[in-house]
């Protein structure tokens, strides 16, 4: 079972809090905190930890891109768009954000708008095996 006993995530996170136990509202704190919650399952605390870190380092692409992750697992797409639109606002050229925007977007029922981020995906990385599979399956 993950996130139990002794090994695996669950016994990284009792490891991680001891390390940085003088530095625990540090943003990247927080942030590792968030991933390690995510993969035990507790997409909310994940969301709110993320979120504290969000708010010490706004500009942060690496926090803003796992804001979306965190809330694409919770089901919250809209909120994944707006974590995206932040991420690609930070760093344009990002083609892992134009890819999770494009993938925010199919789960919304807007292929168009999927579309374009997609082929934006592209632009920026030819060789994009996530968005050549993706627009081969909308048809674009």
């Not at 035990?40 to 803003?64: D, H």
């Not at 708008?113 to 674009?140: D, F, N, T």
Request: net charge negative; charged share 25%.
């Amino acid at each position: 079972m993950r996130g139990r006993g002794r090994g695996g995530i669950g016994g990284l996170e009792g490891l991680y809090k001891k390390v940085t136990a003088d530095r625990p509202h540090d943003a990247r704190t927080l942030n590792v905190r968030s991933v390690l919650a995510l993969e035990n399952g507790r997409a909310t605390e994940a969301a709110e930890l993320i979120g504290r870190a969000i708010v010490l380092e706004p500009a942060e692409r690496t926090y803003l891109f796992h804001m979306a992750k965190v809330c694409a697992r919770g089901g919250w797409w809209h909120e994944a768009t707006d974590a995206l639109r932040r991420a690609i606002y930070v760093d344009p050229h990002d083609a892992e954000s134009w890819y999770g925007l494009g993938a925010a977007f199919q789960e919304l029922g807007e292929p168009d708008q999927a579309v374009v981020c997609w082929q934006q995906c592209l632009y920026i990385e030819p060789g994009h095996s996530g968005a050549m599979e993706a627009l081969a399956r909308a048809g674009g």
